[in-house]
């Protein structure tokens, strides 16, 4: 083999491992390579940036109080999976739903699902996967340390949710 040539195979061997890892992506949105194990990235406080139902960008009724008098604050996701809650407040009152959660699906799905509700919350005032007292499967569309984009298919209609760490 010539001095010429080693390169080349070279080159051809790392484009070769980029295609393969481009096209074997474990979420639509990316992470092309991340070192961190998946449940490392998911543990965190979680911030509400962008919320969609049935095509309707809901982000606001959400993050604001609405008919509930309540506001998303955060989703907080613990290494200990029975001790994870999502927190609403307002200037009178908050709110507490503490929820288990499991990575399914070769780690490509968040399953959730609540176990204990704060006395002051009423599961019938609001709708969407988050507010119910079922278990939710939503496949993870991005996963990085600072981003979790989530989506589900939740009474017909698909809901697309995005988070971003603090």
Do not use: Q
């Amino acid at each position: 083999m010539n001095k010429k040539s080693k390169p080349t195979i070279y080159l051809a061997f790392i484009a070769f491992i980029f295609l393969i890892n481009s096209s074997c992506k474990k979420y639509p949105d990316g992470p092309l390579i991340n070192l961190m194990s998946k449940e490392k990235r998911i543990e965190r406080y979680w911030y509400m940036e962008y919320l969609e139902i049935g095509g309707i960008d809901s982000t606001a009724s959400f993050l604001a109080e609405n008919d509930s008098g309540l506001k998303f604050d955060y989703m907080r996701i613990y290494g200990e999976r029975e001790a994870s809650y999502i927190k609403y407040s307002s200037d009178l009152r908050w709110a507490e739903l503490s929820f288990e959660w499991s990575l399914i699906n070769k780690n490509r799905t968040l399953k959730i699902g609540l176990t204990w509700v704060s006395r002051s919350y009423n599961l019938s005032e609001h709708i969407g996967p988050f507010w119910v007292n079922e278990k939710v499967e939503f496949r993870i569309m991005k996963l990085t340390k600072d981003e979790l984009w989530l989506e589900t298919t939740y009474n017909n209609n698909l809901t697309k949710v995005h988070f971003r760490s603090n």
